[in-house]
Nanobody, 124 residues
Framework: QVQLVESGGGLVQAGDSLRLSCAAS????????MGWFRQAPGKEREFVGT????????AYADSVKGRFIISRDNAKNTVYLQMSSLKPSDTAVYYC?????????????????WGQGTQVTVSS
């Protein structure tokens, strides 16, 4: 059973930055792509970004491209989401997820384990 624990969420003002972390219990963490998703109240969970197992390639939703950066430290079994120029529309619960394989994906079905989520609230 893989455990993913997110941290780093909080209340910030528009334009601020925040870094989320996701620590994984999986010993073979470096074999799997990881993703970040978010869910706002009353909305479906949506893709934010993903990173390949090696960390060499990333992909982002258009809504966050140029503002968010995903990175990972395989030695620490941790994936990060650096968020900059935050907007009120970024307010959501953010989830990290482990992919079923090493390739990145934008769809929730490609991920088999999810963290409990961390709340990010951006005030205007």
């Amino acid at each position: 059973q893989v455990q993913l624990v997110e941290s780093g969420g909080g209340l910030v003002q528009a334009g601020d930055s925040l870094r989320l972390s996701c620590a994984a219990s999986e010993r073979t963490f470096s074999s799997y792509a990881m993703g970040w998703f978010r869910q706002a109240p009353g909305k479906e969970r949506e893709f934010v970004g993903t990173i390949t197992a090696s960390g060499s390639t990333t992909a982002y939703a258009d809504s966050v491209k140029g503002r968010f950066i995903i990175s990972r430290d395989n030695a620490k079994n941790t994936v990060y989401l650096q968020m900059s120029s935050l907007k009120p529309s970024d307010t959501a619960v953010y989830y990290c997820a482990k992919a079923r394989g090493g390739m990145r994906s934008t769809t929730t079905t490609a991920y088999d384990y999810w963290g409990q989520g961390t709340q990010v609230t951006v005030s205007s």
